[in-house]
């Protein structure tokens, strides 16, 4: 790092501070003002909050390491642009009407209070031990290959920035709330979307261009099936990604993640009307394009790279772990430090930390808002706004401790880290699907078979954790048995799929044994109860153009596929 990339990062911490402290002269009066900023979004803010939440270090990290390892695997769960236009032309009508703060809330005006309270749970505990505590370990490893510092003052790098990263981020987003998770997003979106452009463009330049990236890619074999580094859909014998269970896999995820989590839907929800939360989930869709070009090509430029340097040089481009292989996950900081000049690589840094500011800022608002709103106003109901609000601050701050805390436990998983984070997701993500799906599609869908469905998947989901945890350790001494084949060997795809249609029926069955719910409770909340009201009100939020752009996207998405099948 030279004198000019440290003007550079602090042009843009100014920037930075220049709107949170304008964000926090504007009062917020409530917790709808707090948590989702007064409900009064536009789109750009809506779609490059989406955008900026959802990038953080499993990309940074992940995907450009998966690049480097498997390729274009791993883009499967990146080109899901298709995902947030199902967010906002099914979803988002439901939510409106809805009028709720979290999707807990909305589950509890579908099914009942035990599926709120389940869900919250779900989600409070999935946050703390995966994505706060994830994107603040990556966090720390990306500054410190970046800087290329070990040790400052005698303490491990790692853990200065790492900590900073959480208290600066903290401090923002418990002062400014939802408003200044969105408006710093509008900053940090354009400068990561800049830098990792240039990332890209200098890393082709350096490998030769495109063709020599597939040339190297195309002739790195990953199975014995001859599927290479490029081929996105791959055997179904493929250990780690047969193209059925990828294509079915990554839709159930994709699916919970952009259509229910808090996280992203939180974002939609700002929205100031029907019309500018939809526009934001295209303007957002348009953007969830670019992951795979910004992150994961990036990351097979670093592979073809590390390639050709050690046949020409005899020294690859990547660092080297201790068994020998190239370390995948150091792909995107080599590229930084390796490839920028002065300047350039200032403003890659500011981009790097838009991301993982951004993503853990979502985080935080989002973490604190299920607490307060869920758990805390569900047993006090008559608090006080006022109170509410400093409520979430003082839940936002424990939630930041917790994440730092379980930071060396994280830590230990090491190379294993996106892997670690795609199995927690792969097993989370079905009981919370099935009950939104069938709750929104199904009419007959009982509040019992809502809550079943999503409290079997939540059994299934742990049993599965707990599974992997014992026979990774006991190893070669664990015998055969169809527990173990169920919950360890079955492929992780294949197994999120089975889990999916499992909690289905779950759903079908316990509804059907038990009492339906009446017209009035479900009206405007499930297809074919809404009022013509509702329905016009719908049908005039949108015009031709969200759906020529929808028609665009679509045809971006099958064109990509069509390209790297």
Not at 141 to 149: R, S
Not at 386 to 400: C, F, P, R, Y
Not at 507 to 523: D, F, H, N, R, Y
Request: charged content about 10%.
């Amino acid at each position: 790092m030279q004198t000019l990339d440290w003007i550079v990062i602090g042009l843009f911490a100014c920037a930075l501070i220049g709107i949170i402290v304008w964000v926090i002269k504007q009062k917020n009066n409530d917790s709808a003002d707090y948590f989702l900023g007064g409900r009064d979004a536009t789109w750009i803010a809506i779609g490059a909050s989406i955008f900026a939440s959802n990038i953080g270090s499993e990309h940074l990290i992940g995907l450009a390491g998966a690049g480097a390892s498997s390729g274009m695997a791993m883009a499967h769960w990146e080109i899901q642009g298709w995902m947030i236009l199902i967010l906002g032309w099914v979803f988002v009508p439901f939510y409106s009407r809805s009028m709720v703060l979290t999707m807990p809330e909305f589950l509890e005006r579908r099914y009942n209070k035990e599926s709120r309270t389940i869900l919250s749970l779900i989600s409070l505990v999935s946050y703390v031990l995966t994505k706060v505590a994830v994107t603040v370990y990556a966090g720390g490893l990306v500054f410190q290959q970046v800087f290329g510092i070990e040790e400052l003052w005698g303490i491990d790098f790692f853990w200065i920035a790492a900590i900073g990263l959480v208290l600066i981020t903290a401090l923002y987003t418990i002062f400014g709330g939802m408003k200044s998770v969105l408006y710093t997003s509008v900053l940090q979106t354009p400068i990561l979307l800049l830098g990792s452009v240039i990332i890209l463009v200098l890393g082709l330049r350096a490998v030769g261009g495109w063709d020599q990236v597939l040339a190297y890619c195309s002739s790195t074999v990953v199975n014995e099936y001859g599927d290479t580094m490029v081929n996105l859909i791959r055997s179904n014998n493929d250990p780690d990604f047969p193209w059925l269970g990828a294509l079915i896999g990554s839709s159930i995820i994709g699916f919970w993640y952009w259509c229910t989590d808090q996280y992203i839907v939180q974002r939609v929800l700002s929205g100031k009307n029907e019309t500018e939360a939809r526009r934001g989930t295209i303007f957002g869709a348009y953007l969830k394009l670019l992951p795979v070009f910004l992150f994961l090509i990036p990351g097979m430029i670093a592979f073809a790279l590390h390639q050709y340097t050690l046949a020409t040089t005899g020294e690859g481009f990547l660092p080297m772990l201790a068994s020998g292989a190239h370390n995948a996950d150091a792909a995107f900081p080599t590229l930084v430090a390796k490839l920028l000049p002065a300047g350039v690589k200032g403003l890659v840094v500011c981009g790097i930390l838009a991301a993982l500011m951004s993503s853990l800022a979502s985080l935080f608002n989002s973490s604190a808002m299920l607490f307060t709103i869920d758990f805390y106003k569900k047993f006090k109901p008559e608090t006080p706004e006022k109170k509410l609000v400093t409520i979430g601050q003082m839940a936002t701050v424990v939630i930041v401790i917790l994440g730092i805390l379980w930071i060396p436990i994280m830590r230990s998983v090491g190379d294993v880290l996106y892997n670690y984070l795609q199995d927690v997701q792969s097993v989370l993500a079905p009981g919370i699907a099935a009950a939104f799906l069938m709750g929104i599609y199904w009419k007959r869908t009982s509040a019992k078979g809502g809550m079943w469905g999503l409290l079997s998947g939540f059994i299934i989901g742990i049993t599965r954790l707990w599974a992997k945890v014992y026979y990774t350790s006991v190893g070669q001494h664990a015998g055969d048995s169809l527990f173990k084949y169920l919950f360890f060997d079955l492929n992780w795809l294949f197994f999120c799929g089975w889990m999916f249609l499992f909690c289905i029926i779950v759903v079908i069955l316990v509804s059907l044994a038990t009492k339906a719910p009446s017209a009035e409770k479900i009206q405007g909340l499930v297809f074919g109860t809404s009022t013509p009201e509702q329905i016009a009100a719908t049908r005039n939020s949108w015009n031709k153009w969200d759906v020529i752009h929808s028609c665009i996207i679509l045809c971006i998405t099958a064109a990509f596929y069509w390209y790297f099948w």
